[in-house]
């Protein structure tokens, strides 16, 4: 049996070991019940409880919750437009985000795609040093799309 301040009682009866629990004001936690005997510790129980759950929340605040962004290209868009879209999709991989790209023809559009295609692939060579591509830009449809992920 192990004390809460670490002090080991060695192998005692559980009638002595409650009353002493209850002479130090602790509760007595059974900690390995499958060992021969089985150990036990005096502890705080509410205490303990408290600490855990706190511990357990600053792990959970240390994750980084993965989100998706999307980022939509037009295969007409002007030089600033693309600028302000590539700069918004460092943006959001500088926080740790994963960016879905994506490119939709309407109409008369889909006739000239090496247009789209050209844009789309200027995009990924200007996005190339701070960015991993996930998977190869596929045409769905009218929309071409691609998945990025920070470096």
Do not use: W
């Amino acid at each position: 049996m192990l004390g809460h301040d670490g002090h080991q009682y060695g192998v005692i009866g559980i009638r002595e070991a409650l009353a002493l629990a209850e002479e130090q004001s602790v509760d007595l936690v059974e900690i390995v019940p499958d060992a021969k005997p089985p150990v036990c510790k005096l502890i705080n129980y509410g205490k303990f409880l408290y600490a855990e759950e706190k511990r357990l929340k600053d792990a959970r605040k240390k994750q980084h919750e993965v989100k998706v962004k999307e980022v939509r290209l037009g295969p007409k868009m002007g030089e600033h437009d693309f600028m302000v879209m590539l700069n918004r999709a460092k943006e959001f991989l500088s926080k740790r985000d994963k960016v879905k790209l994506s490119m939709r023809f309407r109409g008369r559009e889909m006739a000239h795609m090496d247009i789209g295609r050209k844009v789309f692939d200027r995009f990924l060579t200007e996005i190339a040093a701070s960015a991993n591509l996930d998977n190869r830009p596929r045409l769905e449809g009218n929309t071409i799309s691609a998945m990025l992920s920070p470096k």
